[in-house]
């Protein structure tokens, strides 16, 4: 594969992400409106994918739910990193009491599935944008804190660091000058691998009726809504599943192309497919 | 082996679980005194029937729910320990029972899953590592790359329209029949098995490289005694050490197919109990599945043992 050629893919994917993220701008009706007059039609040209069991546009509700379900899941993703990524660090870095604690949680958490995780916290919690936010939170940001902690104690005991501390160096210039350059490769090719997990996670909460509640159009809870009508019109199933499947796809594959860019050494790598 | 090599991590493993199960007491005691809604005003069913302040204390104290926390975490930690959780809100019936009833499915359901996912393992794994680079490789690629991005449960929907209602040849929900495990046990070991396949594929591939198969091979030994006793043995340890991580997944993924499809098993009780906020089932729900899951991670790591005798080698030293 040509260098070139990457660049395309790459290009074509986050073009794809981009639409997502204006994609309600894109809708041409309100994926709201309830319209019994044309109830669970097929394609036609005033409804591009047809209608669904209250005739609201699938296609307007297809594009707005992009924000929902992929908005959600980088929303996410990000509290994730910004919570995970300085507490490995800093759990990392002064070791003793604050790093035993720390990883007493991080080994329960990562004790329990986040599938298990997520559903009870957010059926607990109720359900809604903010509380499906607090349940991918509470199950993501233990890989990010394991990552890097285990990153600062492979560097904490080369020479060079030994030499910066004697030099004078203080923790917070140690850290940000010497750790944050080793942990950001590796961070980033476990986030973009999590991407597609998260929104997998995220379609499957609101399936389940514990995450966004309709009307509002999350994929999942679309399939979820249009479930006892399957049989009558398949495209009530067939598009969300298809838009959640192409998102996660490509968003696994953009990882992959770069896990490939990065320079991650080999035990970084194990380290991340492990963890991810 | 040495007993005493055994017995050291025994004791660690022993530790470890009383530890987790008490943190798992502590989450699930936790979660109720957290949990928004108040139990009284709802045994009550204070929006139908008119009771006075005086009432709601007397069911208070009769409850102990204006004892100190620990005493009431002491009482809750005693009934755990003989496995009663009370009874269910929604049935009435035992939450020990309900949750015994339901948890032979789960098993079923997570056992037929792991072998179907064993057997597309090798056979895919296998393949793509004995033809590598091939049109055969690029096909277990694009098998692995679907698998872990389709939705379960969308998987699990369409097998249903295409071999339930279209088809007519297995049923759409339940498991009145084995046929029944059928649609549910695809639907999850496709999106499990990616993962294993990537890694048998590429553990094969870098086995065969290794000197001690060279070696072999130059000894004149046949390529399939090379396979099954030297490649083989060697790839089974990363794919045991993935196997561990992965577990979880394959339990929350039979919650969300359980949900597909109706299967009254563990998953589907929990999140019925979740949604009527039926606590003493959620409370049974995460320490029997935490401690379920502990048991199986046992399981995972001493069978990684017996496959790398350089780890309870390693283990022994440290003790």
């Given at each position: 594969?040509?260098?070139?050629k990457?660049?395309?893919?790459?290009?074509?994917?986050?073009?794809?992400?981009?639409?997502l993220?204006?994609?309600?701008?894109?809708?041409?009706?309100?994926?709201?409106?309830?319209?019994?007059?044309?109830?669970?039609?097929?394609?036609?040209?005033?409804?591009?994918l047809?209608?669904?069991?209250?005739?609201?546009?699938i296609?307007?509700?297809?594009?707005?739910?992009?924000?929902?379900?992929v908005?959600?899941?980088?929303?996410?993703?990000?509290?994730?990193?910004?919570i995970?990524?300085?507490?490995?660090?800093?759990?990392?870095?002064?070791?003793g009491?604050f790093?035993?604690v720390?990883m007493r949680?991080?080994?329960?958490?990562?004790?329990?599935?986040?599938?298990?995780?997520?559903?009870?916290?957010?059926?607990?919690?109720?359900p809604?944008?903010?509380?499906m936010?607090?349940?991918?939170?509470a199950?993501?940001?233990?890989?990010?804190?394991?990552?890097?902690?285990s990153?600062?104690?492979?560097?904490?005991?080369?020479?060079?660091?030994?030499?910066?501390?004697l030099?004078?160096?203080?923790?917070?210039?140690?850290l940000?000058?010497?750790?944050?350059?080793?942990?950001v490769?590796?961070?980033?090719?476990l986030?973009?691998?999590?991407?597609?997990?998260?929104?997998l996670?995220?379609?499957?909460?609101?399936?389940?009726?514990?995450?966004?509640q309709?009307?509002?159009?999350?994929?999942?809870?679309?399939?979820?809504d249009?479930?006892a009508?399957?049989a009558?019109?398949?495209?009530?199933?067939?598009?969300?599943?298809?838009?959640?499947?192409?998102v996660?796809?490509?968003?696994?594959?953009l990882?992959?192309?770069?896990?490939?860019?990065?320079?991650?050494?080999?035990?970084?790598?194990r380290?991340?497919?492990?963890?991810a | 082996?040495?007993?005493?090599?055994?017995?050291?991590?025994?004791?660690?493993?022993?530790?470890?679980?009383?530890?987790?199960?008490?943190v798992?007491?502590i989450i699930?005691?936790?979660?109720?005194?957290?949990?928004?809604?108040?139990?009284?005003?709802?045994?009550?069913?204070?929006?139908?029937?008119a009771?006075?302040?005086?009432?709601?204390?007397?069911?208070r104290?009769?409850?102990?729910?204006?004892?100190?926390?620990?005493?009431?975490?002491?009482r809750?930690?005693?009934?755990?320990?003989?496995?009663?959780?009370?009874?269910?809100?929604?049935?009435?019936?035992s939450?020990m029972?309900e949750?015994?009833?339901?948890?032979?499915?789960?098993?079923?359901?997570?056992?037929?899953?792991?072998?179907?996912?064993?057997?597309?393992?090798?056979?895919?794994?296998?393949?793509?590592?004995?033809?590598?680079?091939?049109?055969?490789?690029?096909?277990?690629?694009?098998?692995?790359t679907?698998?872990?991005a389709?939705?379960?449960?969308?998987?699990?929907l369409?097998l249903?329209?295409?071999?339930?209602?279209?088809?007519?040849?297995?049923?759409?929900?339940?498991?009145?029949?084995?046929?029944?495990l059928?649609?549910?046990?695809?639907?999850?070991?496709?999106?499990?098995?990616p993962?294993?396949?990537?890694?048998?594929?590429?553990?094969?591939?870098e086995a065969?490289?290794?000197?001690f198969?060279?070696?072999?091979?130059?000894?004149?030994?046949t390529?399939?005694?090379?396979?099954?006793?030297?490649t083989?043995?060697?790839?089974?340890?990363?794919?045991?050490t993935?196997?561990?991580v992965?577990?979880?997944?394959?339990?929350?993924?039979?919650?969300?197919?359980?949900?597909?499809?109706?299967?009254?098993?563990v998953?589907?009780?929990?999140?019925?109990a979740?949604?009527?906020?039926?606590?003493?089932?959620?409370?049974?729900?995460?320490?029997?599945?935490?401690?379920?899951?502990?048991?199986?991670?046992?399981?995972?790591?001493l069978?990684?043992?017996?496959?790398?005798?350089?780890?309870?080698l390693?283990?022994?030293?440290?003790?």
């Amino acid at each position: 594969m040509t260098k070139l050629k990457i660049d395309w893919g790459v290009a074509a994917v986050l073009l794809l992400l981009g639409v997502l993220m204006i994609g309600p701008l894109l809708a041409p009706q309100d994926p709201e409106l309830v319209d019994l007059a044309v109830r669970l039609q097929g394609p036609s040209s005033a409804h591009l994918l047809g209608t669904d069991n209250l005739g609201r546009d699938i296609l307007s509700r297809v594009l707005t739910g992009a924000q929902v379900t992929v908005g959600l899941s980088l929303l996410a993703l990000s509290l994730a990193i910004l919570i995970g990524v300085p507490l490995g660090l800093v759990s990392g870095w002064i070791g003793g009491r604050f790093d035993w604690v720390i990883m007493r949680i991080v080994d329960t958490f990562i004790a329990l599935p986040d599938y298990i995780v997520a559903i009870v916290l957010s059926g607990l919690l109720g359900p809604g944008f903010v509380n499906m936010l607090i349940a991918i939170l509470a199950v993501k940001w233990v890989g990010y804190t394991r990552l890097v902690r285990s990153l600062v104690l492979q560097e904490k005991t080369r020479d060079y660091l030994m030499i910066s501390k004697l030099a004078g160096g203080s923790n917070s210039r140690i850290l940000r000058q010497h750790m944050v350059p080793h942990i950001v490769g590796p961070t980033l090719a476990l986030a973009t691998m999590d991407i597609g997990k998260v929104i997998l996670l995220v379609a499957s909460l609101s399936f389940i009726g514990m995450g966004v509640q309709p009307p509002s159009p999350e994929w999942g809870a679309m399939l979820n809504d249009g479930r006892a009508y399957f049989a009558q019109a398949p495209e009530l199933m067939v598009i969300p599943g298809l838009a959640i499947f192409i998102v996660v796809a490509s968003a696994s594959w953009l990882g992959d192309q770069l896990m490939k860019r990065f320079t991650i050494s080999p035990e970084d790598e194990r380290m991340t497919s492990v963890l991810a | 082996m040495r007993p005493a090599t055994w017995l050291v991590p025994l004791g660690k493993w022993v530790a470890q679980g009383i530890g987790f199960f008490f943190v798992l007491t502590i989450i699930s005691f936790l979660i109720v005194q957290l949990a928004p809604g108040d139990a009284v005003l709802s045994m009550l069913r204070i929006d139908t029937v008119a009771v006075t302040q005086d009432e709601i204390e007397a069911l208070r104290n009769e409850l102990g729910l204006n004892d100190p926390a620990w005493q009431q975490y002491v009482r809750f930690l005693g009934g755990v320990l003989q496995g009663d959780f009370g009874a269910s809100l929604m049935t009435g019936k035992s939450v020990m029972g309900e949750l015994s009833k339901a948890f032979p499915y789960t098993l079923m359901l997570a056992g037929a899953t792991m072998a179907v996912v064993i057997v597309i393992t090798f056979v895919l794994g296998g393949l793509a590592a004995r033809f590598r680079g091939s049109l055969v490789d690029k096909g277990v690629a694009a098998f692995c790359t679907a698998g872990a991005a389709v939705p379960t449960f969308w998987l699990g929907l369409l097998l249903i329209d295409l071999f339930a209602v279209r088809l007519h040849i297995l049923p759409s929900s339940g498991m009145a029949t084995a046929a029944g495990l059928v649609l549910p046990t695809v639907a999850l070991a496709i999106a499990i098995a990616p993962p294993y396949i990537k890694i048998l594929r590429n553990s094969l591939i870098e086995a065969s490289g290794r000197e001690f198969v060279r070696a072999a091979r130059a000894r004149g030994v046949t390529e399939s005694v090379i396979f099954g006793k030297h490649t083989l043995r060697d790839s089974l340890i990363p794919l045991v050490t993935i196997l561990g991580v992965s577990l979880g997944s394959l339990l929350g993924g039979t919650v969300i197919v359980e949900v597909t499809f109706g299967i009254p098993g563990v998953g589907k009780l929990a999140v019925e109990a979740l949604a009527r906020r039926d606590y003493g089932v959620i409370q049974a729900f995460i320490i029997v599945v935490g401690m379920a899951i502990f048991v199986i991670n046992l399981l995972v790591d001493l069978s990684y043992r017996a496959l790398d005798p350089s780890i309870s080698l390693k283990g022994a030293e440290r003790a």
